[in-house]
C-alpha cells in the first residue's frame, strides 16, 4: 500500500513535470471548445467557397451538428493523442531501468502496474471532463439551451472506451519489449476490433461501439440496451487487462 | 550470522552456462568482494540475489529468507546499486530520496532527517536541483543513498567505481568504507586495487565458478610463495646469474631486465636462504635484496588461468 500511494504520487509528478499533463489538457480543451464553434461556421465556410458557379447550400446547423464535430474529433484525434502521451509510460521505465532500483527496495510489481493505470485514468478523466464541459457551455452559448437523450450516457461512453484503450496500451507495453513494441501492439488490437465490427453479431460486445456510436445513441434510444452490454463489455475487459498485466509483469525478466 | 547465502546456483542462457555451481556466503559486517573479468558472471548473479532473474537451479537465502523470481519480499533487508543507476531526471535528490523512503515504509520525519544525513554523508547536501544535471559521478553518490535510505543489512554495489575518473572512484570507495561499518556489503568489480582498499573477503568468479574464495588476508598469505627480486650493482653479471639461479631445481622462473632480476620460489623461507647463499659464493654486489607482496592481481591471473 505505500508503494501504491508513493509510486501514484511519483507518477502525477512525472505528469506535471514532463508537460504530459499540460498537452492533454490542453488539447482536448481545444477539441471542446472548437467543436461547436466549428459545427456553427460549417456553413459560412462553405458560402464562402463558389466553385465555377455552383453554390453550395448547407442546412442551419443544430445541437447534434455540434455534437457530431464533438465526438468525431475526441474519438479520432483525441484517442491518438491519449495513446501517444501514455505510450512509454511501462516501457520506458523498463529499457532505461528506472524501475529497478525501486522494485530492489521492495516496491511491488502490481503497485507499478495499478499506480501506472490509475494515474493515467486520472488524467485522462480530468482533461475529458473538462473538454466535455467546455464543450457543453460553448455549445448553450451558440446554438442556445437543448436537451439531448442519453448525452451523459453516450458521453460517459467515449470516456469509458478512453479507460479501455490505457489498459489494453499497459498489457500491451507488459507483453512487448521497446518503446514502440507496446503502441504497435495495441494499434493491431484496435485494428482487429475494427475489422470484427463489420459483422453484426460481435457488434453489442464490441468496445469499439463505445466511440463510434455515441451520436446513433443521442438520436435512436432504442441503442440504448446494446450499448449498455457494449460498456459492461468494456468494463470487464479493462478489469481483465489489469489482471492480465499484473500476472505477465510479475514474472518480466527486468 | 550470514546475511546473504547462496547454494549451488546455477544459470542458464539459451544453453550457454553463465553461473555453473555457484555458492558462498556474506557475513554480517563483512565487505565481500566478487571479482571477474567482465561477462564472468557477476552482474547476473546480482541479478537473481535480488530475484530480477530466475536461477534454473540451486537456493539464494538473504537474512535466512528464500529469494523469489519476481516479487521478492528479501527486497527489503537490501540495498542495491546498480552499475549505470538511473533516476526519475525531473527530480531532485530530495525528492527522489523521499520517494524511496515512502516506498519502504517510512514515515515523514525519519524520512526528512535520514535524507539529511545521506546527502550530507555522500556530498550532495548542497544540490538541490534536478537529477538531470548530474555527472555519473554525482549519480553514483545518489545511488549510494538511496542504496542505504531503507538501512539494508546488505548493501548490493555492481561495479560501483568502473565509469568514474580517480577523484569519482576515491569518493565512492571511501562512502563505501564508512557504510561498510553499517551494513554488510556485496561488491562486484574488475578493479584490483578497490578490492584491496575495501574487501575483508574475496571470491573470484570465472566461467560461472568460484574459483578462489575466503579471507583476503588468508589468500594474500598463502600466494607469499611467490617472487624475489634481487637488483645488482653491475650490470654484466646479471645474465650469468641469471643462468645460475635458472639451473637450482627449485626456482621455477627466472626473469631479467636491466639490473635486477625476478626469481619465482615455491617456498620462501628455505629456498631464499638457499639463493642468498649462492650469492655469496658468487661474490656479486647486491644492491637489493626484496620479497614481493603479491598483489591481488597476481593471484586473480595465475587462478583465471
Given at each position: ?105 521492495g516496491l511491488s510489481r502490481s503497485a507499478v502496474i495499478m499506480s501506472k493505470y490509475l494515474a493515467s485514468l486520472i488524467l485522462w478523466t ?129 | ?57 540451486g537456493e539464494i537465502k538473504v537474512c535466512g529468507e528464500k529469494v523469489a523470481y519476481g516479487d521478492t519480499r528479501t527486497n527489503r533487508h ?228
Open positions: 500500500m505505500n508503494g501504491l500511494i508513493a509510486f501514484t504520487k511519483k507518477e502525477f509528478l512525472e505528469q506535471i513535470r514532463s508537460y504530459k499533463a499540460v498537452i492533454m489538457v490542453s488539447v482536448l480543451f481545444l477539441f471542446g471548445m472548437m467543436s461547436p464553434l466549428l459545427a456553427k461556421m460549417m456553413p459560412d465556410i462553405f458560402a464562402q467557397l463558389t466553385v465555377q458557379g455552383i453554390s453550395i447550400s448547407m442546412p442551419e446547423p443544430t445541437v447534434l451538428d455540434a455534437y457530431g464535430q464533438f465526438f468525431k474529433n475526441m474519438s479520432q484525434m483525441g484517442l491518438i493523442v491519449l495513446l501517444l502521451v501514455f505510450n512509454v509510460i511501462l516501457s520506458q521505465e523498463v529499457t532505461r531501468g528506472t524501475l529497478v532500483i525501486l522494485l530492489a527496495k480530468v482533461s475529458y471532463v473538462l473538454a466535455a464541459i467546455t464543450d457543453y457551455g460553448y455549445t448553450v452559448y451558440l446554438f442556445g439551451s437543448f436537451s439531448l437523450p442519453h448525452l451523459f450516457f453516450s458521453l460517459f461512453c467515449l470516456w469509458l472506451f478512453g479507460a479501455f484503450l490505457l489498459a489494453v496500451l499497459l498489457l500491451a507495453s507488459t507483453l512487448a519489449s521497446g518503446n514502440y513494441g507496446g503502441l504497435l501492439l495495441t494499434a493491431a488490437v484496435m485494428m482487429l476490433l475494427l475489422i470484427a465490427n463489420v459483422f453484426p453479431v460481435s457488434q453489442k460486445w464490441n468496445p469499439v461501439a463505445l466511440a463510434s456510436d455515441n451520436i446513433t445513441l443521442l438520436t435512436n434510444a432504442e441503442t440504448f440496451g446494446d450499448m449498455s452490454v457494449t460498456a459492461w463489455t468494456a468494463l470487464l475487459l479493462i478489469v481483465l487487462c489489469l489482471i492480465l498485466s499484473i500476472i505477465v509483469f510479475r514474472k518480466k525478466k527486468l | 550470522m550470514e546475511i546473504l547465502k547462496l547454494e549451488h546456483v546455477k544459470k542458464n542462457f539459451g544453453g550457454l552456462p553463465v553461473i555453473q555451481d555457484l555458492s558462498f556466503s556474506v557475513s554480517e559486517s563483512s565487505v565481500f568482494g566478487l571479482i571477474g573479468k567482465n561477462g564472468a558472471g557477476k552482474t547476473t548473479t546480482m541479478k537473481m540475489l535480488l530475484g530480477f532473474l530466475k536461477s534454473d537451479a537490501v540495498g542495491y546499486l546498480p552499475d549505470v543507476p538511473e533516476f526519475y531526471s525531473y527530480m531532485t535528490p530530495v525528492e527522489y530520496l523521499r520517494l524511496c523512503g515512502e516506498i519502504s515504509g517510512q514515515k515523514p520525519r525519519p524520512i526528512r532527517k535520514k535524507t539529511e544525513e545521506l546527502l550530507a554523508l555522500v556530498g550532495l547536501e548542497n544540490s538541490n536541483r534536478k537529477i538531470s544535471g548530474f555527472s555519473r559521478g554525482m549519480k553514483q553518490r545518489l545511488g549510494i543513498a538511496q542504496a542505504l535510505m531503507n538501512e539494508p543489512r546488505l548493501l548490493i554495489c555492481d561495479e560501483p567505481t568502473s565509469a568514474l575518473d580517480p577523484v569519482g572512484r576515491k569518493e565512492i570507495l571511501d562512502i563505501l568504507s564508512i557504510a561498510g561499518k553499517q551494513t554488510a556489503i556485496l561488491i562486484s568489480t574488475h578493479i584490483l586495487s578497490d578490492v584491496e582498499r575495501l574487501c575483508d573477503h574475496i571470491g573470484i568468479l570465472d566461467d560461472g565458478k568460484l574459483v578462489l574464495q575466503g579471507k583476503l588476508s588468508d589468500i594474500k598469505n598463502s600466494y607469499r610463495h611467490s617472487f624475489l627480486r634481487i637488483a645488482l650493482a653491475d650490470q654484466d653479471s646479471v645474465a650469468v646469474l641469471a643462468g645460475k639461479l635458472a639451473n637450482l631445481p627449485f626456482v621455477s622462473a627466472v626473469e631479467a631486465k636491466e639490473n635486477s632480476l625476478t626469481v619465482r620460489l615455491e617456498d620462501m623461507a628455505t629456498e631464499g636462504l638457499k639463493i642468498l647463499e649462492l650469492l655469496l659464493r658468487e661474490q656479486v654486489f647486491v644492491l637489493k635484496y626484496e620479497v614481493l607482496e603479491p598483489s591481488l592481481e597476481d593471484v586473480f591471473l595465475e587462478v583465471i588461468q
